[in-house]
């Protein structure tokens, strides 16, 4: 069934020239061939849209190259706006539903990535009520410019505890990298319109999907995502420091409020204006604790996240 099922692969452009062939080259290789490659340019003012334009001309039946145009969205707008657009288009792409990958330019997929990851979905949807939001999402290989191999598994560079997937823990800290997602219309019908102030597009879906339905990890690569030096966002080796050994300097540094606890604390409480009233008490109670951290009084953020971090 999964070799007749038809998914669209989004992709957000700006100013990949470098990396951009190689990543459609990897797409147009894969082994689940029944997909549609929607793009949309983010008003590079390089070499990418001629690129593309040249890859839609010679396979017009695969790719979609939406008109150039609009406000800079940025990564998360941009893939955003994408999402929106195959859900009001679906029928004029060929869809039956709208399953939707995300890809970005500056990486190569394994030639079995759509494959696997439908396969988990469909059975996934197939021991589940058919309405219920799905992501699923793999492991990744971290690799350098020239393709040399960084570390074979992100999860594990990156320190992720990637079984403390539950909605209280997602909240805090995302587990979902949006170059492995694949999401069902379920999901995105539930997560539209994605907010401005959501921090990333993948954040937004994994949080959706673990409050309403199903987060199904892949404990193998299927991306070679690259790392080069204008990296949207990019792998950070974990390094695990320890509290008694840090200077009293930097225990006094480390009192500053966080900036990035800040952002999960809008987050979280743009979550809660949208979705409140659907949510379980507890999953309320997890996104009070979380917005509690946009208090910009570093000791009590810091109370608030250990708090929010053990419910």
């Known amino acids: ?90 029928e004029s792409l060929g869809l039956t539903s709208s399953y939707m990958m995300f890809c970005d330019q500056d990486d190569t997929w394994y030639p079995q990535k759509i494959e696997k990851l439908l396969a988990a979905m469909l059975a996934t949807e197939a021991s589940n009520d058919s309405a219920l939001p799905i992501l699923v999402h793999s492991d990744l290989e971290v690799v350098s410019e020239q393709n040399t191999v960084i570390a074979k598994s992100l999860i594990h560079y990156q320190g992720l505890e990637i079984e403390r997937n539950s909605f209280t823990n997602l909240v805090i800290s995302n587990l979902v990298t949006g170059c492995t997602a694949l999401i069902n219309e379920s999901l995105a019908e539930k997560a539209l319109p994605i907010p401005e102030n959501a921090i990333m597009h993948d954040w937004w879906l994994a949080l959706v999907a673990t409050a309403f339905g199903k987060l199904v990890y892949l404990d193998i690569p299927l991306v070679h995502y690259r790392q080069h030096s204008n990296n949207a966002i990019g792998a950070k080796k974990f390094t695990k420091v320890s509290v008694v050994s840090m200077s009293l300097w930097r225990r006094i540094l480390a009192r500053k409020p966080n900036e990035h606890l800040i952002e999960v604390a809008i987050q979280a409480a743009e979550f809660n204006r949208r979705y409140g009233p659907q949510l379980s008490g507890r999953q309320r109670l997890c996104l009070r604790l979380c917005i509690g951290m946009g208090i910009k009084i570093g000791i009590v953020q810091r109370l608030m996240y250990r708090l929010a971090r053990r419910f």
């Open 1 to 90: 069934m999964s070799a007749h099922t038809k998914i669209a692969v989004l992709l957000s452009t700006y100013n990949g020239e470098k990396f951009l062939a190689e990543q459609l080259d990897s797409l147009l290789a894969q082994s689940h061939k029944n997909f549609i490659l929607v793009v949309r340019d983010d008003g590079s003012h390089d070499r990418t849209v001629s690129i593309l334009e040249s890859y839609a001309s010679d396979h017009s039946e695969k790719i979609c190259l939406l008109s150039p145009g609009g406000e800079n969205r940025g990564a998360s707008g941009g893939f955003a706006f994408l999402v929106n657009y195959v859900i009001t288009n679906k």
